[in-house]
């Protein structure tokens, strides 16, 4: 079966640094995304890891351990506006085409 | 420059009643998905197509039908409504098989009394 984990909650102060971990477990893995989503809207694409390290986009980076089974976002500088949930998605290979298994969400407060 | 596009956006229906959500994207993406997600369970796949005419199952299809007849077209039935179908549905399409991106619709809230 397909199995991805990562926390329900975490709370950081704004101009800080966090990370939000997620550790998978599934077959036909081809790589890693990770996506925002704010109350009440639809999922927005941040990041997407095919290959072992770290990629980095602007405040956001993205990091893969495709032996450990193991990602992380980082958020630097945290903003007021980056409260949201954080979804961790593996990306499957099926025989004809391919789709996303999410992990429950870690939702992120940003506090003063 | 409308994306993907669900109608409609609420409903409320009765126990075992029916009803079809409908999904429309214009960029020509030959991938299309149904998602619902639960306060605690995230994000669960229905069904999913690989392309016109083909439908596969997800997660969770049990209560749900879907059909493909259009590349851009993408609908999912409920054919007799349950209490525990009330979630918020959300419909994606993807471009490509290796890129996999998800671009998701603004979703439906679907309540089941």
């Known amino acids: 079966g397909q199995n991805i984990d990562q926390p329900t909650e975490m709370t950081a102060t704004e101009g800080a640094i966090v990370q939000i971990n997620c550790t998978y477990q599934?077959?036909?893995?081809?790589?890693l995304f990770w996506y925002q989503q704010h109350a009440g809207e639809a999922p927005t694409f941040l990041s997407y890891n095919v290959l072992d390290g770290l990629e980095e986009k602007g405040r956001f980076s993205s990091f893969l351990s495709r032996s450990k089974g193991y990602s992380y976002l980082l958020l630097k500088e945290l903003q007021m506006k980056d409260s949201a949930s954080y979804l961790c998605a593996a990306h499957i290979l099926t025989g004809g085409g391919n789709k996303l298994t999410f992990g429950t969400g870690t939702q992120l407060k940003v506090e003063l | 420059n409308a994306g993907v596009t669900q109608t409609p956006k609420f409903r409320v229906l009765k126990t075992g009643q029916s009803m079809t959500l409908l999904c429309a994207q214009d960029?020509?993406?030959?991938?299309m998905y149904w998602y619902r997600q639960d306060p605690g369970m995230g994000l669960r796949l229905i069904h999913y197509s690989v392309g016109e005419g083909t439908t596969a199952k997800g997660e969770v299809p049990d209560g749900y039908n879907v059909s493909r007849l259009k590349k851009q077209n993408f609908l999912l039935g409920l054919e007799s409504a349950a209490p525990s179908q009330t979630s918020v549905y959300f419909c994606?399409?993807?471009?490509?098989?290796?890129?996999?991106?998800?671009?998701f619709g603004e979703g439906s809230r679907l309540t089941v009394l």
């Open positions: 599934t077959s036909g893995f081809n790589g």
């Open positions: 960029m020509n993406h030959e991938y």
């Open positions: 994606a399409s993807s471009p490509d098989r290796r890129t996999g991106e998800l671009f």
